[in-house]
Structure formats: C-alpha cells, structure tokens
C-alpha cells in the first residue's frame, strides 16, 4: 500500500487520508476488470428481448464463423452449472436460477447466450449476429402493486393497532411508494476467470470475497480450496456486488471451456437488466395519535416486487417496530412478482424506503396535529426496543434531532406552508429521523512484524472504497506506534484468513476487534522473543514489563528512545517475522451485547429553494446529525454520509428505473436517462459524528455508518418539498409534473 | 459496431463531395456507431480542417467556422457580449468534456436521444426505417416533442445550441459537389412528418462550412432559459431563447425560439405576433406562451411540458425586458 505519513498518537479517531488514494488517484489501483492475463479472451453475453416467454430458436452459425470467435455458449450446449444451496448463508447468489438452465424467459435482458473471442470487438460483433426467436408473452412490469390478493405475513405486531388507529383523535392514512432504482457504483461488475488445471481463480468486483468462492465452488462443483478470489479494490457496490451474480458464473464455465483466461465486463445498459435494483414499494401507513401528539396506533404494510424466480424480501419495516414508542404496532409485508431481473439489497435495504413513508407519515401527522415535526419525535422518543422489550446498547436518538435542530436553525421555522423567503425564491424546510442496525460479525485476520521492519496485516474481506484498508491501518499505527509508510494492509484475496462480507455497515465493527487481537498477538511473541534471544539487549527481562512503542521494544520504566527496534529484536533472533492470528466472534454470540438492542440513529434536515415561477426545485442544505458509535476515521465517516446525503437528493429528486410496459425493457438504462444527483445537484452538507462509544457491539465502541447517511434524506426532502410548495408527494421521485401542481402563492 | 474506412480531409475542397460520414468532434456519431444506429462506411475526419475560426464579418455580423468547439464558442469574447444567448445556450448543454469535443457544425447535426431511436432492436422507427412507424408512441415518452410531431415521429431534438441560432436567425453555409450555398436556419430544420429519416436540408456530400450570424441589435437583450430535473448534464424538458427589444414599456422586436419540445429547434412566430408592439407585462407574455403552445399535442407522460413550457417563456420574456 501507499502511505501518508499520520502521526500514531491518538489515531484512533484521527481524521486520516485514506491510505490507498494515492493508487487511486494515480490510476496505479488495479480493479477486477483492470487484470490483463496472457492469453486472455473476451466474453460478451447476448441478451433477451423479450421478458417472458421462451426461445424457440438461436441460431449461432453466423456468429460461430465470425473472426476471432472460439465458443458461443447456450443452453443447448452448456455445461452444468450446479445451483447454489438455498439459504446458506456462506455461499449465497443473486439470481438463483443459474444462467442459460434452460429455454425460459423470466425478464428483459436475460442471458440467452455467451460468445467468447479474442478481442472484445470481435465478441461484441459476434454477440450481435447471434439470431434468437422467442414466443414471446406480454410482461407484467406494472408499477401498480395494489390490487394485491396474496399472502400477508406479519413482520412486528403489539397491541391492538387496528382498534386503537380506529379510536385515535388524529389520524394519517396514505400510501407512499419508491420506484426501481438501480445500483450504478461506477465500476461496473466485472469478472475475469481463469482455470489452471482443476483450479480456478477470480479476479473479482465484488462484496464479498469469502462467499463469493464458495458460492462459486459449488456452482461449478469443485472443492472450496481450488477456488481463489481476488478484490483488491472496488469502484463500490451499493449492495449490488454482496453476492454473485450470473455473468460470474459464465465467465468461469467460459474460461474451462476455452482453456483461457476469459473477461466479462458487464456494460452500463446490462447494470439495469442483470444485477439487481432496489425493488419498488408500496407501502400503506396508518399512523394515530392523540390530540396532544402521543402515538397510540402504527401500522405499515409493504409490499415489494420480486423477479419470477427469486423471493426478495425488501424488508421496509427495518425500522418500524423500534424507532418511536408506541403502544399497538403491527407491521406486515408482501411480495408481488414482476418480470423483472431479482432485485438485490441497495445501501440501507428495507430501511431507507421504509423510513421514507414512515418518515413522511410522520411529518403528515405533524401537519395534521399542527405541531412541530421535531417535538413530535421528541415527545415519541423511546426508551427501550418495545419490538421485544430490550434496552438499547447506546441511542441518542433525541440528541441527534436537538442539535440538527440548533446547527440547522429550525427555531427560524414558520410552519405555513410557502411562508419562507430567501432571494426572490421560496423555502421549505423538513427534516426526518434516520436508523439502521448495528451488527458485527466473524473475523479472521493475521498481524505480523517483519525483519524488514514493516508490520502486515492479512484479511480475506474487501474495501468496497470507503476506507477499510485505513481502519486497519489506524489499528496497526495505534498498537506498534509505527507510522503508515511502515504498515501494509492485504485485504481481498480468499487465500488470507477469512474476513467479513461489506455488507449492512458492519466492516468496521467486525474487523476492529480481530486485527487488534491479532496485533496484540504478534506484538506479546515480539516481547517474549526480545526477552529470550541471548546476547540481545533486553535478554532476561520480563516480558510483562516490556513495550513496542514508536516501533522501539523497551523497558516499561524506560524511554522508547533506549530500547531496540522491533527489527533489531528479528534480526537478533534470526527470525524472518513474528505473527499471530486472532479470531473474534458475532455480536450474535457475545455475553457483552446479549439482550441489547442496538441501532444506529440519525437526524436529517433539509432546506429546498423553490421557484414556482418556472417550476425549479433544488436542494440547498443538508444538516445531517449522525449517532453510530465511536467515529475510527471522521475523515473517511464524513465523506461517506456526504455521499449518502447526495444519494439521497437522487432518491428523492430524480431516480427511477422505467421499464417499457410492452416489452419489460428497463428503457432509461444509461447514464444520460438515468438520473442521478451531479456535483451541480449537490447541497451545501453539514455533517456531524456525536461520536458516543457503543462498547456492547466492540471493545472500540464502533458502530458502522455506510447507511444510515442515506435513511431519513428523501423523508426530509420530500417534507421540505411539501413546506415550500404545499404539494404532498407520496410517490417517490418528485418530479416537475408533481411540483407544477403546487399553487403559486403571493410573497 | 461494423468496420469502416477512415480519411482525413485535408482541405475543404477535398472534403466537400467526399463520399462518407463527416466527423468533428464524434460526441453523437461516435455515439450512435457503437449503439449500431449509425453504421457508415467511410469516415471522413474533417478535424484538420481550417474553419475553426471566428470572425467579425464587415456588416457587424459574425462569422464561426464549422469546426469551432463548443466551448471556445461560448467563452469567445464576442459572443459572451453581444451573443449571449449563444453563450448561455451553449454552456447549459452536456459536460465540459463534451463542449472541448463538440463542434459548432456537428452540434447543428446531433440527432435526438429518443431511447427508441438508439436502440436498433426496435424495428418500429421510421427515423432508421423510413415507414415502419413510432415505438415511442405508447412507450415511455416523458422527454418527446410535444410541437411538430407525427404519427412517424415525436423525437425532440436536443440541442441548446440550435435554440439559440434559431432566435438570433443564423445562417448556416455549405459546401458541396455542386457548389456553395446559404441556408436561412428557419429552412435547414425539417418537420418529420412521414419522413423523419430526412432532418435537414443538407444535400449528399454537402459540408458545413460556417455559420454566420446577424449584426447584433445593440438595443436587444437575450436570454436562454433552460428547465430540466436536475441542476446539469440533462437534455431541456423545455428552454426557451429570448432576443427581445423594448422603447416606452412596448415591445419593438422579439424572437422567440423553444427547446425540449419541439421536432426541430422550434421558432414560435405565434408568440412573437402576440408580443410584437404590445406592453412588456406579464399578461402579454402569459399570452404569447399560450400562443406559442396551443397547437401542442402531449402524449401520455409528457403533459406537463405544455405548461413548463409556458412558464420558461414567460420567465425568459421577463428577464429579457426588464
């Protein structure tokens, strides 16, 4: 790895550079599909135009004959491609129906077949010239998930909700919706596969590198250990990249077939058909109150689509049953089933668009009771899990909502709607609660102290690009005192000790304890070693009175300027290096977090400016107040809630995955069509860690914050949207034609 | 993506005639050749060319060669003072990095974005397959022409660029196998009809050489309103370029073209008529918008455009007289 010097004085919590910039910025980083192996060949899949039916022929003799082509593979001639176990949890996919099965279709863009070539030109040209005939049936992609006549299961229920929503003095009754939005990280997946004999390696975008070769060891039926994978680093994932998807599993059955090293790159257009989305919901909320504001009734019940051949849970009550006190709650979901490829968990699942309704409800109910969107949290704030009667760990939820309130100056807010004026345009002002859940699990990872001076650590997880190579950094810095130009990090490679999926803001919390753990490890031989190597210069001291600080080992009583570097210590010993391994555990199994409850929390404020006179809206500042433990980077944390803040303007404002209702094809599917936030679209974010240590979840009091930055934005947009225009949009995105209904209104 | 032959052009002579695709900056062709959409045989690059100047003609008028880049364009001097609706029509389109490639010759030729268009597995465009009908009629039609569409076609063309040539009433000069000729902006855009392969009055082997432009009417203001979702890099839901001359509160000279809704670069002669002479108030402007728009035909996800559009013209009136 690269360095920048940080000095190791209380780094834990510093805001550091990011370790691996320099790479990055220098173009040096090597993603998946930035491996060049000798002799390696191009796949380019060809894809389905139609979304349901079957094919009834594909003919390949054109695109056979073509220059440079060596296989095109189809269902017809394919090898077997093992589905993976359901439901094991270390081995898991995206689309449980493994690629080219057989002759159906179940969405627009499905793989029908995979050409090999030489070059990517001439694959590309090849996969055009493939001719496939479908017998085609007319999709069903409606957005509409109501009428829905299937089978409610109960998610979260206490009390008498229905009774008591009935009785209640104030009442909220609407339904909100979220469209399709597509994961768009800007590397895109990539896959390059390469057999040496019954071996297989990936060079990988994703997640996951652990379950990824599971996953893929037993997709394509070899042993686990003949299967490495490889993610040095990753243009990120958004969720989309956890767990394999198809055209990994067609690159390895691709590469055996040719006896070549063989890369696929999925383009921009197959992002939207092929690996995944945030599915669309529909979610109905019955909120109640008493006149004075107290919540006596919640019900949620949401649906989501799914594709034809996966179950995909969305899970929009995520937050439901823990954030606000109240005393009858049920919350229900549903799946409905489109033919659309299976969507997949996008950066704060079930979540975001669940807080989005719930979150607008809420501000509704404020309207509705003529109180203050703000007091109405704090008066429903909890002070226990009433989901299952725990305390939580550490929640400072009313904290968060008190100094978003102070930095964001919402005392300055009159509640009439259009009343706010700033330079000829209008203000409208909202704000929304955020959670998300607090997890750690298994870790594996080995430190070790070389003779050349340099302390290593080794892990098989993955930094999806958002600082994980920093964090073991800063933990290596803290416990030896060496400065990062002495301090490497090896992460992304299944041949280390298993590490963490990045999944559900949990990598920082999982490794934290193991690579300490394993530093201390290596750092207690390191001492011993220095105490027993004769003819040393600590020969015979205790062990127990000897430190490694600033990369010296000395005696406790002494300076560390009058021991001996650790190096000196190695060489002495005639020792190469000194390691250890450490293990930690999950939360799950941990004495310390047993019958807590433990979340992260947030609060987010948002101001829009708008001009009725032309109908523009635009995002002007975000406070966003963030409760997720002890904050290791604030550097790295910050710029991830940055991002998550302007994903969120996205999500509000502008994303939608549209699917042509004729044919199924997701028809916005590139980067001018799609909307996302640009730099322009950004507002001014100010981002504040209140930085209380969680010590149930981890000896270092970290929590994890890659989602809860994006909970609570589109909520408070869209309320501030309602504040400035008078118009209520319930239906994500807000678009011009929801505003146009706004009335205009005198200064 | 099929092979194709390239050349360079080393004179304008040699060009003109050429048998192939002139290419400048590529930022459409290039495009559209990899979507399949395009698929010449020859590409003749006209970048060495030397028509990337811009002059100041003898009349006071301004003359910019063909392969001038978007971006020298809109911060030239001259245009940011006495053009600027060119300059702000410019700058509200595309990416930095697309106006260091686009040229002013190529951008009078960008095709439109219509998701049908570029996507060669839809059959049914009769602006790659002259007869074969509309898929985006009934398909997803948010961003379509509202003005001047047909049962063949109901593409909107995309530039800002031609918006504001429209308003300021350009010329555009060609070369080709039989000669030079000059083409009032009004006659180059054509309306689809059943013909929407055939966009402009371009000749086979015709090359763009230059554009000029009217001297600048020292009392006029100008102004280039653009509405779109998000804050940059997206084609106009609607924009509206405004060249506009008041005395005593009246108004004595308008032009007013529209973007985002039309087929073609749309000069609305409807809302200059009901502006010409009258008051500068915000009732005169309400009325050439409704003008402007009364023939719009919206299909099924685009209606809002009707009235977006009336707003950007009324916004964009106001600023240019007050």
């Not at chain 1, 009313?398 to 100094?403: A, D, G, H, K, W």
């Not at chain 1, 994006?710 to 994500?732: E, N």
């Not at chain 2, 304008?12 to 495009?31: E, H, K, P, S, Y």
Request: proline share 5%.
């Amino acid at each position: 790895m690269a360095s920048t010097t940080a000095s190791p004085h209380g780094i834990i919590g510093r805001p550091v550079p990011r370790i691996d910039g320099p790479l990055k910025t220098t173009g040096t980083a090597q993603y998946a599909a930035d491996f060049h192996l000798p002799g390696m060949v191009f796949a380019v899949p060809v894809q389905a135009t139609v979304a349901k039916g079957t094919i009834r022929s594909l003919d390949v003799t054109a695109a056979q004959a073509m220059p440079g082509v060596l296989e095109v593979l189809h269902h017809g001639n394919v090898e077997r491609i093992y589905r993976a176990v359901p439901n094991d949890p270390n081995a898991t996919v995206s689309e449980t129906r493994p690629p080219l099965e057989d002759n159906r279709i179940y969405y627009w863009g499905q793989y029908v077949a995979l050409v090999v070539a030489e070059t990517l030109e001439q694959a590309t040209a090849a996969a055009a010239a493939v001719k496939a005939e479908y017998s085609a049936e007319t999709p069903q992609v409606s957005g509409e998930l109501e009428p829905f006549a299937g089978t409610w299961h109960t998610v979260s229920a206490r009390g008498k909700v229905d009774e008591a929503f009935d009785a209640a003095a104030v009442k909220v009754d609407q339904t909100y919706g979220t469209p399709v939005e597509t994961h768009n990280p800007i590397e895109l997946h990539a896959t390059v596969a390469a057999w040496a004999g019954d071996t297989v390696t990936f060079y990988e975008s994703t997640q996951g590198v652990v379950n990824h070769r599971n996953a893929m060891a037993q997709i394509l039926g070899v042993p686990r250990e003949n299967v490495t994978v490889i993610t040095k680093f990753l243009g990120s994932g958004f969720g989309g990249k956890l767990f394999p998807w198809p055209h990994c599993a067609l690159a390895a059955v691709a590469s055996r077939r040719v006896q070549r090293p063989v890369k696929l790159v999925v383009t921009r257009t197959m992002m939207f058909s092929n690996v995944g989305h945030r599915p669309l919901t529909e979610q109905r909320f019955r909120v109640g109150a008493s006149a004075d504001g107290k919540l006596v009734a919640l019900r949620q019940d949401a649906l989501n689509h799914t594709s034809m051949v996966d179950n995909f849970d969305e899970g929009c009550g995520e937050a439901t049953p823990y954030l606000y006190s109240v005393p009858n709650l049920t919350v229900t979901s549903a799946l409905v089933q489109r033919n659309v490829g299976s969507p997949m968990a996008m950066r704060g699942p079930g979540a975001v668009p669940g807080l989005f309704a719930m979150e607008s409800a809420m501000d509704e109910l404020a309207v509705a009771l003529k109180m203050d969107p703000v007091e109405l949290r704090l008066k429903n704030d909890a002070s226990i899990d009433e989901s299952n009667g725990q305390k939580f760990s550490s929640r400072h939820l009313r904290e968060c909502l008190e100094t978003g309130s102070a930095k964001f100056g919402w005392s300055k807010r009159t509640p009439a709607v259009g009343s706010m004026r700033r330079d000829g345009k209008v203000l409208g002002w909202g704000m929304a609660a955020a959670s998300w859940g607090a997890y750690r699990f298994g870790c594996s990872t080995t430190v070790e102290l070389g003779a050349d001076g340099k302390v290593r650590a080794r892990c098989a997880t993955q930094d999806v690009g958002t600082g994980l190579y920093t964090i073991f950094a800063q933990v290596l810095a803290e416990k030896t005192g060496l400065p990062f130009e002495r301090i490497e990090v090896l992460l992304g490679d299944t041949t280390m000790p298993e590490g963490p999926l990045s999944g559900g803001s949990w990598s920082t919390a999982t490794v934290l304890p193991a690579v300490a753990g394993a530093a201390d490890g290596a750092i207690a031989s390191l001492l011993q070693i220095a105490a027993s190597t004769p003819g040393a210069k600590l020969e015979g001291a205790d062990a127990k009175t000897l430190r490694l600080t600033e990369g010296r080992v000395h005696r406790a009583t002494e300076s560390a300027a009058q021991g001996v570097p650790f190096e000196t210590v190695l060489q002495a010993a005639r020792l190469n290096r000194v390691s250890a391994d450490s293990t930690s555990g999950s939360a799950f199994e941990d004495p310390k977090a047993k019958g807590l409850s433990m979340h992260s929390f947030g609060a987010q404020f948002a101001e829009v400016e708008w001009e009725p006179e032309i109908a523009r809206l635009r995002v002007s500042r975000v406070v966003t107040v963030i409760d997720a433990g002890r904050i290791i980077n604030p550097r790295a944390g910050a710029n991830q809630i940055k991002g998550a803040v302007v994903m969120g303007v996205g999500m509000a404002m502008l994303e939608e995955t549209v699917y042509d209702p004729r044919n199924g094809q997701p028809i916005n599917g590139n980067l001018a069509d799609y909307l996302m936030a640009t730099c322009a679209d950004s507002p001014e974010i100010d981002v504040t860690f209140l930085d209380y240590p969680d010590y149930a979840l981890n000896s270092y009091g970290a929590r994890g914050i890659g989602e809860i930055g994006l909970a609570g934005v589109a909520p408070a947009i869209a309320s501030a949207v309602y504040h400035a225009t008078g118009v209520r949009v319930r239906k994500l995105p807000i678009r011009i034609e929801d505003l146009l209904q706004s009335e205009m209104r005198e200064a | 993506m099929q092979s194709f032959s390239y050349s360079k052009a080393q004179t304008v002579d040699q060009a003109a005639g050429m048998d192939g695709r002139f290419i400048g900056g590529g930022t459409t062709l290039v495009d559209l050749m990899k979507q399949g959409v395009e698929t010449p045989k020859t590409l003749v690059d006209i970048t060495g060319l030397p028509l990337s100047s811009v002059e100041t003609l003898p009349d006071g008028g301004l003359k910019i060669g063909a392969m001038v880049r978007n971006s020298d364009l809109a911060h030239h001097e001259t245009v940011k003072a006495q053009y600027a609706v060119l300059s702000e029509a410019l700058l509200s389109g595309a990416s930095p990095q697309l106006r260091n490639m686009a040229t002013t010759g190529g951008n009078l030729l960008q095709r439109t974005r219509c998701p049908y268009f570029r996507d060669t597995s839809y059959t049914n465009c009769s602006k790659r397959n002259p007869g074969s009908g509309c898929a985006a009629i009934g398909g997803h039609n948010r961003m379509m022409a509202i003005l001047g569409t047909s049962e063949d076609c109901i593409a909107t063309h995309p530039s800002d660029m031609c918006v504001a040539l429209t308003a300021l009433e350009a010329t555009i000069h060609v070369q080709g196998p039989k000669g030079d000729r000059a083409i009032a902006i009004a006659d180059f855009y054509k309306l689809p009809g059943t013909t929407p392969n055939v966009e402009n009055a371009l000749e086979p082997g015709e090359l763009i050489t230059h554009v000029t432009l009217p001297a600048p009417r020292k009392a006029s203001k100008q102004v280039y309103l653009k509405l779109r979702d998000r804050a940059s890099y997206e084609f106009a839901l609607a924009s509206a370029a405004v060249v506009a001359e008041t005395s005593g509160g009246h108004i004595r000279f308008v032009r007013v073209a529209l973007g985002g809704v039309g087929t073609r670069p749309w000069r609305s002669h409807e809302a200059e008529a009901a502006l010409m002479g009258k008051p500068a108030t915000a009732t005169h402007f309400r009325a050439a918008a409704e003008a402007a728009l009364k023939e719009a035909k919206p299909q099924s996800e685009n209606g809002f455009k009707v009235e977006l559009a009336k707003r950007c013209i009324v916004r964009a009136l106001t600023t240019a007289t007050a």
